[in-house]
């Protein structure tokens, strides 16, 4: 979240602090651990009861009618605990690519600001939450026969700690007056809104562009995180210009992060930091550079095809990069390539891998427009091959002349070896499509037999077990789906503004007005989500707008599978292209290398995702072809 206050933090658990301010510092350091475990404990309790499901329904042919609902009201929980933790660790999505260009102190101004702002919307919509869930007591769920207000509390619990934690973070930062001034400027921001009520109200449409353009775009590139940026336009515009009920807003923000298939995004997270820590992702990389490593641009192949392997278990697009990059990159450097070229193709292959299942942006996706989760999986493979044949031709070129005289060619006996090693790792993405296919598991529950596989692999086989590492890694993956699901919530609730405004049948109207057709409706979309994915990190993106397009795409005659896949490759190019991409600052930090380095090597890269993109746009059997 704001970098001053997690230095704050930071020298507040190390160095006890004066007065009142040592008294929040142990505040803080007891509210952690109070939100972490049962966040954690959460987590477990998905996989457990998801499994049982899977046992129940397929081994003994009973099924138990009441696991999808409590699965139900424990994700709520989790979604909403995992935002808290996120909150807490300064973890929620921000574009700081302009901040990030400010002097020191005025940057860290903006930081403070981007907490006062997020106060300020929680402020904004705890009252509604808590409206929310009283009046889910006159409804009982289903199965289990309870009243819908114990699902439903999470949200004014989980919006009330983190005003508890909004409120702590900033009493704890030393400059006074920074937190004063970034206070008096939200206040005075959000008092002048309301004074203009009255003129806004009789503008229409054009409100859309005052508070979801300008007011949301400036919280954007001030460094707000993204879903409370979300979540405040849409409430002032609700508030100040319709007469829309404030609870509304978080009646749709319930709908975003409540949808069952949603429940792939921990579990998957936690997968992809499981294979990690088992080993697995190692072996199938040790694996392929036991193939390629005496090639010309060799072990640039292996990067490539290890990503593609292990996105195909993990998922989560950190998971796989800190999965693959630390294995490969000092024997890379060894061989004499340079720190940014490195750097450059490993944040290609982050966007060139967007579209292999389980990619949780696929399943967003699937929640967000209908389409067929399993559809989504088969069309994804194809086009991560089309792109990666074109950075391979990339790192040819570059590499057709590399001295490889020093480096010793493999054995047939070494690559036997790793391939036997390699075989649990390379069977699970097989195991899990398996799993789907044959109707074992849904999309949903799939990962969690991906779990128990790479749990036993990992005791069993590969004896890279840590029992210490399973709690930082439970609470990892509710911070992280946290601050994912947020986002969902947030940006459903500003979907459901524009299209009751009567924005997406106007957008609608425009794009199917379009000259050219079907080629220039996916031109256009190309474009768009390129720089909606450098702006809006992605899934944001999706949420937002692929209710409003897919329908589009369907009368203009473009199937959903192929328009889902030109949308995913050309967003992943935003988010992994510098200057905006946060993927290419993420693929910097997990190499430790200076993003700087990167800058020049990367153009080649990206050209080549555009051509492989156009490529995939252009021939829709690459994407539906097997379906």
């Known amino acids: 979240m704001a970098h001053a206050s997690a230095t704050e933090l930071e020298v507040a658990n190390t160095q006890p602090l004066p007065g009142w301010r040592g008294g929040i510092a142990r505040l803080i350091r007891v509210l952690e651990p109070a939100i972490a475990v049962p966040a954690a404990l959460l987590v477990v309790a998905e996989i457990v009861v998801l499994l049982l499901g899977i046992v129940a329904r397929y081994v003994f042919h009973a099924p138990i009618v009441w696991t999808d609902e409590l699965a139900g009201i424990l994700f709520l929980w989790l979604a909403m605990l995992g935002s808290v933790i996120a909150f807490q660790r300064g973890e929620h999505m921000r574009m700081t690519a302009i901040v990030g260009m400010l002097a020191p102190g005025t940057r860290a101004f903006f930081d403070v600001f981007a907490i006062a702002a997020s106060l300020a919307f929680l402020l904004l919509v705890i009252h509604p939450a808590y409206d929310f869930a009283v009046d889910e007591v006159y409804v009982r769920t289903p199965a289990l026969d309870i009243v819908n207000s114990w699902r439903a509390a999470a949200l004014p619990v989980g919006i009330g700690l983190m005003l508890i934690v909004a409120a702590l973070r900033l009493a704890i930062i030393a400059d006074i007056r920074r937190v004063l001034t970034a206070v008096a400027l939200v206040s005075a921001l959000v008092i002048m809104l309301a004074f203009l009520a009255p003129v806004l109200k009789p503008l229409g449409n054009l409100n859309l562009l005052i508070f979801f353009v300008f007011l949301g775009g400036a919280m954007v590139f001030a460094a707000v995180p993204i879903a409370f940026a979300f979540g405040l336009a849409t409430v002032a515009y609700l508030t100040l210009t319709t007469s829309t009920p404030s609870v509304v807003v978080i009646g749709r923000m319930d709908e975003g992060m409540s949808h069952l298939i949603l429940l792939a995004v921990p579990l998957f997270v936690f997968l992809g930091l499981l294979i990690e820590m088992t080993g697995m992702a190692r072996a199938m990389v040790s694996f392929l550079a036991s193939l390629l490593g005496h090639v010309r641009g060799g072990l640039h ?11 195909g278990i993990s998922g989560s697009k950190a998971a ?5 990059a630390p294995v490969l990159f000092p024997e890379m450097k060894a061989r004499g390539a340079k720190p940014g070229d490195l750097v450059a193709l490993l944040s290609a292959t982050g966007a060139q891998t967007e579209t292999i299942p389980p990619s949780l942006v696929l399943i967003t ?7 067929s989760i399993a559809a989504l999986f088969t069309g994804g493979l194809l086009p991560g091959i089309v792109l990666a044949v074109m950075l391979c031709a990339v790192v040819w070129w570059h590499y057709r002349r590399e001295d490889l005289s020093h480096v010793k060619r493999a054995t047939g006996r070494e690559i036997g070896r790793a391939f036997v090693v390699a075989i649990p790792a390379i069977a699970l993405p097989f195991v899990i499509r398996a799993a789907v296919v044959e109707g074992v598991a849904t999309a949903t529950e799939v990962s969690t037999i991906g779990i128990v596989y790479s749990m036993l692999a990992g005791l069993l086989i590969y004896r890279q077990f840590s029992w210490r590492r399973i709690y930082p890694m439970l609470v990892e993956t509710a911070s992280l789906s946290g601050a994912i699901l947020l986002i969902i919530g947030a940006a459903t609730g500003m979907a459901w503004a ?26 256009v979309t190309i474009v768009a989500f390129v720089i909606l994915g450098s702006v809006l990190e992605g899934i944001p993106a999706i949420v937002l707008f692929g209710p409003l397009l897919f329908p589009i795409a369907r009368q203009v ?13 050309a967003m992943g190019i935003g988010l992994f292209a510098p200057p905006f991409g946060v993927g290419y600052y993420a693929a910097c930090a997990i190499s430790r290398i200076n993003p700087d380095e990167g800058m020049k090597p990367i153009a080649a890269y990206m050209i080549a995702l555009l051509i492989g993109t156009i490529i995939v746009a252009a021939v829709p059997w690459i994407s539906i072809g097997f379906l």
């Open 498 to 523: 524009l299209t009751q405004s009567g924005f997406s049948a106007s957008l609608a109207k425009v794009m199917t007005a379009l000259p050219g057709g079907v080629p220039m409706f996916l031109a």
């Open 301 to 311: 192949y292996v990067l490539v095809g290890a990503m593609y392997l292990v996105s």
């Open 320 to 324: 796989d990069m800190a999965a693959v």
């Open 557 to 569: 005659g473009v199937h959903e599978v192929h328009y889902a896949m030109v949308v995913v490759l």
């Open 365 to 371: 996706i699937g929640s967000v427009t209908g389409v």
